[in-house]
């Protein structure tokens, strides 16, 4: 009979170890989960701030012209962070629309466009927020 006990011991200690690590697991992928999700608001947030920057660039180019390249510079910037802290394909999708409304903007100021549309941009902006709001 004692070993039988032990027997049982040693299992209800096993399922209780087995039992803890998958505890652990699950809240340590819950936790990057939520880490994730933060670091994908706060580049949104930078994200915003960045294309709010632009807009006053775009207003101001005859004054400055350079500040809408640095703009554009920062998106990009942002855009580079959040791609490599995601692999949440909606988000993948709204950087890869905000990545390619900056290229429309940056061709346009190459172009000669003094006052490009950042219409897109700022819709890719909003997506991406959207997109990333837990």
């Known amino acids: 009979m004692a070993a039988s006990r032990r027997r049982r011991s040693r299992r209800i200690t096993l399922a209780a170890a087995v039992a803890a690590v998958a505890l652990t697991a699950g809240l340590t992928t819950a ?79 190459k172009n000669g466009d003094e006052t490009p549309d950042l219409s897109p941009v700022t819709d890719a902006a909003g997506e991406l927020t959207k997109v990333c709001t837990p």
């Open 31 to 109: 936790c990057d989960a939520v880490n994730k999700a933060l670091d994908c608001v706060q580049t949104a947030e930078a994200v915003a701030d960045s294309v709010t920057d632009l807009q006053q660039a775009v207003e101001n180019a005859s004054n400055d012209p350079t500040q809408i390249d640095e703009s554009l510079a920062a998106i990009d910037q942002n855009l580079d962070e959040i791609g490599d802290k995601t692999d949440n394909t909606d988000v993948n999708q709204a950087v890869d629309h905000l990545d390619q409304a900056v290229s429309n903007v940056r061709t346009a100021v």
